[in-house]
């Protein structure tokens, strides 16, 4: 029930704000001050990213935190070869696969969840949490010797076969929290005019569960992006290695320099989908994030 | 709203009343578990296989600079991590970096959860700076903190005294360890307190402030008893993954000096010790240490585990 009241305490939160006095100046001072403490708390490490990236290799350790020469060469070194490309093109790759995967099995499952009636619900929505929870870290000694075994260590469905198992969890959990606010009317009068279950589920519910769909692929997109345990552990060269694994092996001009500016610019590039992503879905990704979790 | 209630699944059912389930109810379940079954299967194969062979290895000698002499040896290598003081170590390191990060998280978590409910002002900046951390490649930004901390790059640390070097120092790094944490993850726990603070009736706020309710009174007597079940989940998922915690460390000081979390140790075991029966062993006793945390939570606390909520509804 409460999956549709939070909209509603928002639209007249919004409303009040709208009908409500101009705010006294001083009220006005301390939430701007609030807010403003807020955003450079949130952006100075990210700031500081940029500002290396940015820097001259020849002022990266003047530990100034604005760039004192701006310069394009921590970028172009990265660029040039292969070593951070192909990483780069594995994580995009690897991200997408997962992605598509995933949605699709979790829209599946997620459907079958909130709309129809079968033994063992409970017991899959449990044990999916039971993985969403486990530590990764166990996951990869075992799995390190399957792969070996198999044949999928360094390779791309090495590593989309773990992301998936960890990404249908949340997949499962969101697109089930979004199911439910479907208006279901809509499926009895199809049921009515005489469709099947697998006509309803294509043609109707499909399409009206869409924005659902799109905020778990970008919820399940970012959470492959951001994966690093097993993208170190399960991989050894570039072959399969993706951007985050692949920055802890850059190497500097001679063997004794930290290749900070390239790190630094690498990581403001893996940045970038991020921030489009988040400026884009903003609410998208809170209403994603909170649906699933505590209401109930 | 009952509408959007899913109908409530039928009772155990006798025998007699399960053979005379309609056609249609028998092809609804098929249905079902056949839109369930893919997911079911990678995850099974995916978690549960490897888990069950994560105990087998566990009970072995596995060394794999030695594979050859791989053999049964019960439960000695738990036995060997239990009497280390390097794992007792690491799972100090990890409880400290979880109980005090969670901790101020969920202190500040609150404090932007309400700044974002009910600031007048720019709405939308402030939700999307409070999302940035969340999103932000862990890695990327634990380079972040480890720059700005090290002498003679960062600005922060060009604020310590000279000669010094804050990576390098257990406590020191452990702080920094919580602070990037800390960063990275309070967005999420804004969130999930988010959700809980919708739920909370703007009408009895007001009447408790004609009744003369002050702030503080208002929010420690109406509006965490309310959230209390955010705040329980919120503290739960959070507390279960500060336990795994991995990438932080792993980019800040490699667990050096004092500062390796269980996690780093299982992974080190793995693949610099090549030391699959311990690592194996550390891994299991990892979940094992996990799921106390979330067995303590749910009957000690009372926190409806997540899944129960969703099937309630």
């Known amino acids: ?296 | 709203m009952t509408t959007v209630a899913a109908p409530q699944a039928p009772a155990e059912l006798s025998r007699e009343e399960r053979r005379r389930l309609s056609e249609a109810t028998r092809a609804e379940r098929r249905f079902g578990w056949l839109l369930c079954a893919p997911a079911v299967i990678v995850m099974a194969a995916v978690a549960f296989y490897p888990i069950v062979y994560a105990v087998y290895l566990s009970l072995q000698r596995y060394d794999l600079r030695f594979p050859q002499q791989t053999h049964f040896v019960g439960l000695s290598n738990y036995g060997v991590v239990l009497s280390s003081s390097i794992w007792w170590r690491a799972f100090a390191v990890t409880v400290i970096i979880m109980v005090v990060s969670v901790a101020i998280e969920l202190v500040l978590g609150m404090a932007l959860a309400m700044l974002l409910y009910y600031t007048p002002l720019w709405r939308g900046l402030v939700r999307t700076s409070i999302l940035l951390p969340y999103g932000i490649v862990t890695v990327a930004a634990a380079y972040s903190w480890q720059f700005a901390w090290t002498p003679g790059v960062g600005y922060l640390a060009g604020l310590l005294p000279a000669g010094s070097a804050p990576l390098t120092s257990q406590w020191q790094a452990i702080g920094i360890i919580i602070l990037a944490e800390i960063w990275k993850t309070t967005p999420f726990m804004t969130l999930l307190l988010l959700a809980g603070l919708t739920l909370v009736p703007d009408d009895l706020l007001k009447a408790a402030k004609v009744d003369g309710a002050t702030t503080w009174q208002r929010f420690t007597q109406i509006m965490v008893p309310l959230m209390k079940p955010a705040i329980l989940v919120a503290l739960l998922f959070r507390m279960l993954d500060a336990f795994r915690i991995f990438d932080n460390i792993f980019i800040l000081t490699k667990g050096n000096n004092g500062t390796g979390s269980v996690s780093i140790l299982g992974y080190d075991n793995l693949f610099t010790a090549l030391n699959l029966g311990i690592g194996s062993a550390i891994s299991v006793l990892i979940l094992i240490a996990v799921a106390i945390i979330a067995f303590i939570f749910i009957k000690g606390f009372g926190t409806a585990a997540p899944g129960t909520a969703l099937e309630r509804r």
């Open chain 1, 1 to 296: 029930m409460t999956a549709v009241a939070a909209p509603a305490a928002r639209t007249a939160r919004r409303a009040r704000a709208a009908t409500q006095p101009a705010m006294p100046a001083r009220r006005k001072v301390s939430w701007g001050a609030a807010n403003a403490i807020t955003i450079a708390w949130t952006l100075f490490p990210i700031w500081w990213l940029i500002s290396l990236a940015f820097k001259d290799p020849t002022t990266l350790t003047d530990g100034s935190f604005w760039p004192q020469k701006w310069s394009w060469s921590n970028f172009s070194g990265i660029f040039h070869g292969s070593a951070f490309i192909r990483p780069l093109i594995n994580s995009i790759g690897i991200g997408l696969i997962s992605t598509v995967i995933s949605v699709v099995l979790g829209t599946m499952a997620a459907y079958a969840i909130a709309r129809l009636k079968f033994p063992g619900k409970a017991l899959l929505i449990g044990v999916s949490l039971l993985i969403a929870m486990f530590p990764l870290i166990s996951l990869v000694n075992p799995l390190f010797n399957i792969e070996r075994v198999l044949g999928l260590f360094d390779t791309w469905p090495g590593l989309i076969i773990p992301y998936l198992a960890f990404s249908l969890p949340l997949a499962i959990y969101t697109l089930s929290a979004f199911f439910r606010e479907i208006p279901w009317d809509l499926e009895k009068a199809a049921k009515v005019d005489g469709a099947s279950q697998r006509q309803i589920f294509l043609n109707v519910i499909a399409p009206l569960a869409a924005p659902g769909i799109a905020t778990t692929a970008i919820l399940v997109f970012m959470f492959c992006w951001n994966e690093f345990l097993l993208a170190i552990s399960l991989t050894s060269t570039n072959a399969a290695r993706t951007a985050p694994a692949a920055m802890g092996f850059f190497t500097g001009v001679s063997q004794f320099t930290y290749p900070i500016g390239s790190i630094a610019a690498a990581a403001v590039i893996i940045t970038i989908p991020i921030v489009i992503f988040v400026m884009i879905f903003q609410r998208r990704i809170v209403a994603g994030l909170t649906s699933g979790a505590v209401k109930g």
